[in-house]
């Protein structure tokens, strides 16, 4: 049976697995499926990303201090992707190890896209009441032109 601290030359990844795996940290939307990682620890503090991106989605609007928050996690959790990235490339690792720091990786990278997109405002909860309010202007508004149209 081989010893956990010491894995066979035949547990650990080839340098084809390996460089597969670097490869596909860097295909395009490697993230797609991958799970928000739970928390994150930050200086001693644990950060909650799921609940995080869910309030972020609730918001209207973000103020400053919370977007300079946003980057500065996002700053944070690029390192901790750039670690487990160059661990991938230059550690010993068995097939497992290695897997497990794929997707700790490629979830990184979904966080950071997620929280990118909060930042920058692109995703927000639609509030059907102003969906149907705009729906109801736009009808009157073609309404209007069509009158106009209609009498020349």
């Given at each position: 049976m081989p010893n956990?601290?010491?894995p066979g030359l035949d547990e650990l990844i080839s340098p084809q697995e390996r460089e597969h795996?670097?490869?596909?940290?860097h295909r395009f939307?490697?993230?797609?499926?991958e799970p928000l990682p739970e928390s994150v620890e930050?200086?001693?503090?644990?950060?909650?990303?799921q609940d995080l991106i869910w309030s972020c989605i609730h918001k209207k609007e973000l103020s400053e201090t919370e977007k300079?928050?946003?980057m500065e996690l996002i700053q944070t959790l690029e390192s901790k992707e750039r670690f487990d990235e160059e661990s991938l490339k230059k550690a010993s690792l068995t097939q497992e190890e290695a897997r497990a720091l794929f997707h700790e990786s490629a979830a990184f990278i979904r966080a950071i896209v997620d929280l990118k997109e909060c930042e920058a405002g692109k995703v927000r909860l639609i509030?059907?009441?102003?969906?149907l309010r705009?729906?109801?202007?736009?009808?009157?508004?073609?309404?209007e032109f069509l009158k106009t149209v209609g009498k020349k």
């Open positions: 956990k601290e010491h795996l670097l490869f596909g940290l939307l490697t993230w797609v499926g930050v200086d001693g503090k644990k950060i909650e990303i300079m928050h946003l509030n059907r009441d102003d969906d705009k729906k109801i202007n736009d009808a009157k508004k073609w309404m």
